[in-house]
């Protein structure tokens, strides 16, 4: 670790402080993301090993580089290549606010070469996030970071981690949140259409705090489904009626209307809901946030949808 001179503490993710740092002999500036090792409780992280063994294994220009790897007593470090802003941040800079509509589509083009990678390879990320998306200063790169959650693929689907473990809850896949415990690549391409929504809204699609809210807000929007996409799902909506109920009277609030009809819930006009995006994005849009997982959009079909056909995308592709 002597090889770098830290500069200033950038913000933390997932419990590990960043640390903005250069390379002493390049000059190149990098990443330093510090995890702390308590041997007494757990040794090494799962998560760690996890992300050091994935970012050596893909190579794609649309994924964090990882440089190396060092320690001082317990505090590894990752070495990551440095880019200035999550994606989070960025929709709310002077470039984005200017050039939005462009940027937006040379951003979610790289995000979806990015994740049609990883799937190529066999790997879901699992917690695809607007923080966890890096940019530089003008949003002319974009990078996937935070392999913490990915896991490789195994064919046929074995039983993985349940949904409550991974993903961040507002990017959370439905059948995630059904607690199925074998599930694709499909999740990923949930969280990219959560992406999507939120650089057109500049907020998150959905709001909720727990899970149940969730739901509620997914079958608001999109419509309840049948049962043979969700089996036992009358019961689930009773549990959820009941739960916004019970909500409503321990905060003294009536119902929200949305709720009245929440058993036999319709789609609503999702245009409505990202005011500003063309027709084919509406479209795009709606391939990726399919309540069945079975019919929502694959990252390689999203990247030749007709959404990127114009001469807005003419500098992305030569990238």
Same mark, same amino acid.
């Given at each position: 670790m002597d090889k770098y001179e830290v500069f200033r503490f950038i913000g933390t993710v997932g419990g590990c402080r960043l640390l903005k740092a250069r390379h002493r002999s390049s000059g190149d500036l990098v990443t330093l993301k510090e995890v702390s090792i308590n041997l007494? &409780?757990?040794? *090494?992280?799962?998560?760690?090993?996890?992300?050091?063994?994935?970012?050596?294994?893909l190579d794609h220009k649309n994924i964090v580089k990882l440089f190396d790897v060092g320690n001082i007593g317990r505090r590894v470090y990752l070495v990551l290549e440095y880019l200035p802003h999550d994606l989070k941040s960025f929709l709310f800079s002077n470039f984005f606010l200017y050039l939005g509509r462009t940027l937006m /589509? @040379? !951003?979610?083009? &790289? !995000?979806?070469? @990015?994740?049609a990678y990883c799937h190529s390879h066999k790997t879901i990320h699992r917690d695809l996030t607007c923080?966890? !998306?890096? %940019?530089?200063?003008r949003g002319k790169i974009l990078k996937i970071t935070n392999f913490g959650s990915a896991r490789a693929i195994d064919v046929p689907f074995k039983t993985?981690? @349940? @949904?409550? &473990? #991974?993903?961040?809850? %507002?990017?959370?896949a439905p059948e995630l949140l059904r607690g199925d415990s074998k599930y694709s690549t499909a999740v990923d391409m949930w969280s990219v259409g959560c992406i999507f929504a939120e650089m057109v809204r500049k907020q998150t699609l959905f709001s909720a705090t727990t899970e149940e809210v969730l739901l509620i807000q997914i079958f608001s929007l999109l419509g309840t489904p049948d049962e043979e996409i969700w089996p036992d799902i009358n019961e689930l909506c009773k549990r959820l009626r009941a739960y916004a109920? =019970? &909500?409503?009277k321990t905060l003294n609030k009536s119902i929200p209307p949305l709720l009245e009809t929440f058993d036999k819930s319709e789609p609503k006009e999702l245009s409505k809901y990202v005011k500003g995006l063309e027709e084919s994005g #509406?479209? !795009?849009?709606? /391939?990726m946030l399919r309540v =069945?997982?079975?019919t929502r959009i694959t990252a390689s079909e999203a990247l030749k949808h007709p959404y990127f056909r114009d001469k807005d995308m /003419?500098? *992305?592709l030569r990238f």
């Amino acid at each position: 670790m002597d090889k770098y001179e830290v500069f200033r503490f950038i913000g933390t993710v997932g419990g590990c402080r960043l640390l903005k740092a250069r390379h002493r002999s390049s000059g190149d500036l990098v990443t330093l993301k510090e995890v702390s090792i308590n041997l007494s &409780q757990e040794g *090494v992280p799962s998560s760690l090993i996890r992300e050091i063994s994935f970012l050596i294994e893909l190579d794609h220009k649309n994924i964090v580089k990882l440089f190396d790897v060092g320690n001082i007593g317990r505090r590894v470090y990752l070495v990551l290549e440095y880019l200035p802003h999550d994606l989070k941040s960025f929709l709310f800079s002077n470039f984005f606010l200017y050039l939005g509509r462009t940027l937006m /589509k @040379g !951003l979610l083009y &790289q !995000l979806l070469k @990015g994740v049609a990678y990883c799937h190529s390879h066999k790997t879901i990320h699992r917690d695809l996030t607007c923080e966890n !998306l890096l %940019v530089d200063e003008r949003g002319k790169i974009l990078k996937i970071t935070n392999f913490g959650s990915a896991r490789a693929i195994d064919v046929p689907f074995k039983t993985y981690t @349940g @949904g409550s &473990q #991974v993903t961040t809850l %507002v990017y959370r896949a439905p059948e995630l949140l059904r607690g199925d415990s074998k599930y694709s690549t499909a999740v990923d391409m949930w969280s990219v259409g959560c992406i999507f929504a939120e650089m057109v809204r500049k907020q998150t699609l959905f709001s909720a705090t727990t899970e149940e809210v969730l739901l509620i807000q997914i079958f608001s929007l999109l419509g309840t489904p049948d049962e043979e996409i969700w089996p036992d799902i009358n019961e689930l909506c009773k549990r959820l009626r009941a739960y916004a109920e =019970n &909500q409503a009277k321990t905060l003294n609030k009536s119902i929200p209307p949305l709720l009245e009809t929440f058993d036999k819930s319709e789609p609503k006009e999702l245009s409505k809901y990202v005011k500003g995006l063309e027709e084919s994005g #509406v479209d !795009l849009l709606s /391939k990726m946030l399919r309540v =069945n997982p079975r019919t929502r959009i694959t990252a390689s079909e999203a990247l030749k949808h007709p959404y990127f056909r114009d001469k807005d995308m /003419k500098p *992305v592709l030569r990238f």
